[in-house]
């Protein structure tokens, strides 16, 4: 037998078998799922229908930090304009962009005055975010990307996340907008697991890892306590969550406060990006390295020691197996490997995940989305793929690669009904 032939065995084996296992752990999450919708169904909106923290509206600053973003800024901040929640101001800082970026922020400032149109030199975004913290007057500071479309309800439902006082930041729920591609309708079905399934679970658990990049709210005395978001990370939202469980705030799910956003539309953004945010992990896991099985941190502590199996050791793990099967297959062939269909996609895990798929959209109360079922073979490359982002992410990490925006590059794309439409002039 061939060595490619062995080595595409041993990759579909192990793929398959990490499938497996990682379903067989989602689905111990699903009862914590189920008792987040519970809760979510006796939950009241509180006096000023914020949620029961406020007795009135907050004063909200929603910092938007953008960089070479003229396409889309426009479209993210009239759709934030429309909100509904009467006390708000929207921050754009233009991160040192030459197309025209800041001057599409200093139109709609002009536009209306709950606009601020701040232009620094380049720096990321990180320093981008605390140049906008810094100059916002609002209570609670919402955090935000510049392709981001909102819809009228997502702010006030977003501070019905903060159910306590306890509560130091929200994570909204982040949605694709461009489904015109066979990779985006994949990533927008196995994307619900993630966000339909897994964050009502941590929530739950008190194990919310991180508050979206896309749409995430933190109270100023909280980022007060914790400090400013890193300069020195490229996964400065994961960082910045972590911060906040580190001082002891819970960190909530709000899955009714959507954005929706660009997904990467080729396998070449895909990879950019994830290899992103696996830097991100990595450095954030570094840097909280002491917080790791930590009981001192509670359930998160706990849950950090699994993340980091998962997300970090595993992946080498897997390239490890997959060469002791190559050297198997080679020595021993293949006749101990499944022998009828049924079995290689009970192995490669995609019954469980055809089920974890669809209680999963269906708690995030996105049915049509069912109708890309057909993408769900695709999940098993997708995996592998994701774990050789983990590995390059590791070479980056152990070359000290700059960090950089390393943004997706924008279409404008937006394939979900009713957005289009809304929005104003100029967009």
Same mark, same amino acid.
């Given at each position: ?19 497996l ?5 989602r ?29 009135e509206?907050p ?27 009467p006390?708000?101001?929207?921050v754009?800082? /233009?991160d ?23 232009? =620094? ?13 810094a100059a916002? !007057?609002?209570d ?6 510049? /392709?981001?479309l909102?819809?009228?309800d ?17 994570c909204?729920n ?6 015109? !591609?066979?990779?985006? !309708? ?5 994307s619900h697991?993630?966000t ?6 941590l ?5 919310m890892p991180?508050?979206?990049g896309?749409v995430?709210a ?15 990370t ?6 910045l ?17 959507l ?12 990879w ?35 993340n980091?199996l ?13 060469v ?7 020595? =021993? ?12 996609l009970?192995?490669?895990g995609?019954?469980l995940?055809?089920v974890?798929?669809?209680?999963a ?5 996105s ?5 890309y079922l ?11 793929l ?25 279409s404008g ?5 009713g957005?289009?439409?809304? =929005?104003?002039?100029?967009?």
């Amino acid at each position: 037998m061939s060595v490619l032939v062995a080595l595409l065995t041993s990759l579909v084996v192990v793929v398959g078998a990490s499938l497996l296992v990682v379903g067989l752990i989602r689905l111990a999450f699903v009862p914590a799922a189920v008792v987040f919708e519970v809760r979510q169904r006796r939950a009241t909106p509180g006096p000023a229908g914020c949620g029961p923290l406020f007795t009135e509206p907050p004063s909200v600053s929603v910092v938007v930090p953008a960089y070479e973003e003229a396409l889309l800024i426009g479209n993210c901040v009239e759709s934030i304009l429309r909100s509904d929640h009467p006390r708000l101001e929207v921050v754009c800082v /233009d991160d040192g962009s030459s197309d025209g970026t800041y001057a599409r922020m200093r139109e709609l400032a002009a536009a209306d005055p709950r606009v601020h149109a701040i232009h =620094q030199e380049n720096a990321g975004k990180g320093a981008a975010l605390n140049t906008g913290i810094a100059a916002a !007057r609002g209570d609670v500071l919402v955090l935000v990307d510049a /392709d981001g479309l909102f819809r009228p309800d997502t702010l006030t439902r977003l501070l019905r996340g903060f159910r306590s006082e306890r509560v130091g930041a929200v994570c909204g729920n982040d949605r694709p907008v461009n489904l015109d !591609r066979v990779l985006t !309708r994949l990533l927008s079905l196995i994307s619900h697991v993630g966000t339909g399934l897994m964050r009502r679970a941590l929530d739950v658990l008190g194990c919310m890892p991180v508050v979206s990049g896309n749409v995430g709210a933190f109270r100023r005395d909280v980022l007060e306590v914790v400090g400013p978001v890193r300069t020195d990370t490229l996964g400065e939202d994961l960082e910045l969550t972590w911060r906040v469980h580190r001082a002891g705030y819970g960190v909530t799910f709000a899955p009714d406060a959507l954005v929706f956003a660009e997904s990467p539309s080729s396998v070449r953004g895909l990879w950019r990006q994830r290899v992103r945010w696996a830097r991100g992990l990595l450095q954030a896991t570094a840097l909280h390295r002491t917080m790791i099985g930590n009981p001192r941190y509670g359930p998160f502590g706990v849950y950090l020691l699994y993340n980091t199996l998962a997300q970090v050791v595993a992946p080498f793990l897997q390239v490890l197996g997959a060469v002791v099967l190559v050297v198997l297959v080679l020595v =021993q062939g293949t006749s101990w490997l499944p022998s009828s269909l049924w079995q290689w996609l009970l192995l490669v895990g995609l019954p469980l995940s055809f089920v974890l798929l669809v209680v999963a959209v269906l708690m995030d109360r996105s049915p049509r989305d069912l109708r890309y079922l057909w993408t769900v073979g695709l999940w098993p490359a997708y995996s592998a793929l994701m774990t050789f982002v983990v590995l390059d992410a590791a070479r980056l990490e152990i070359g000290r690669a700059e960090n950089k925006w390393n943004k997706l590059e924008r279409s404008g794309t937006v394939s979900v009904s009713g957005l289009v439409e809304e =929005q104003g002039p100029g967009s």
